[in-house]
């Protein structure tokens, strides 16, 4: 049986949220599984809804674009408004514990979690909420490994912030270990 994930991160235009999905794409590769990633902005770009998408499977992707996703992340209101409805029945959506869901939302497991506050609090920098989520997918599915997925930020970040990025790593696996 091959193992296939169709994530949708959502966000705000400027949390780095597809900066993470290519981060995610990469790490795959690096574990030689197939990854195509996508993404969209709000026409606002900085400030409104953005959402990246990944396919990650060691099996050929057949088709480019996730239809319903497995797995969605929200960091934002406006983001969970708009991406989170289609998502399949056991799948998994992570959201920022800022966040109302709509009503009438199904999923298999539904997770509401300090993520934006973890960043600010625990790392000093809400820049790095979309790390602290990395660290939180990666915990909760292991469909990358924890080294690919290090050495994919390390090869994105700006150089002189890697000891803040690794600890935001950490707290988003230590999120996902707490579940």
């Given at each position: 049986?091959?193992?296939?994930?169709?994530?949708?991160?959502?966000?705000?235009?400027?949390?780095?949220?597809?900066?993470?999905?290519?981060?995610?794409?990469?790490?795959?590769?690096?574990?030689?599984?197939?990854?195509?990633?996508?993404?969209?902005?709000?026409?606002?770009?900085?400030?409104?809804?953005?959402?990246?998408?990944?396919?990650?499977?060691?099996?050929?992707?057949?088709?480019?674009?996730?239809?319903?996703?497995?797995?969605?992340?929200?960091?934002?209101?406006?983001?969970?408004?708009?991406?989170?409805?289609?998502?399949t029945e056991d799948g998994t959506i992570i959201i920022d514990d800022s966040i109302q869901l709509p009503e009438g939302i199904k999923a298999k497991n539904i997770y509401k979690l300090p993520i934006i506050k973890t960043a600010i609090n625990e790392v000093g920098k809400e820049i790095v909420a979309n790390i602290v989520a990395l660290g939180l997918i990666v915990g909760l599915t292991g469909i990358v490994s924890q080294e690919s997925l290090e050495s994919a930020i390390m090869s994105r970040i700006p150089k002189g912030t890697e000891d803040l990025n690794r600890l935001a790593l950490k707290k988003g696996y230590e999120l996902a270990k707490n579940i």
């Open positions: 049986m091959s193992k296939q994930l169709e994530l949708r991160l959502s966000g705000s235009g400027g949390q780095g949220l597809i900066t993470a999905g290519i981060i995610l794409a990469e790490a795959a590769l690096k574990d030689n599984m197939n990854a195509i990633q996508t993404q969209s902005y709000g026409p606002e770009a900085r400030g409104g809804a953005s959402k990246a998408e990944v396919i990650i499977s060691d099996a050929a992707i057949d088709f480019p674009k996730v239809t319903l996703p497995t797995m969605t992340l929200a960091l934002t209101q406006i983001a969970s408004d708009k991406y989170i409805k289609d998502i």
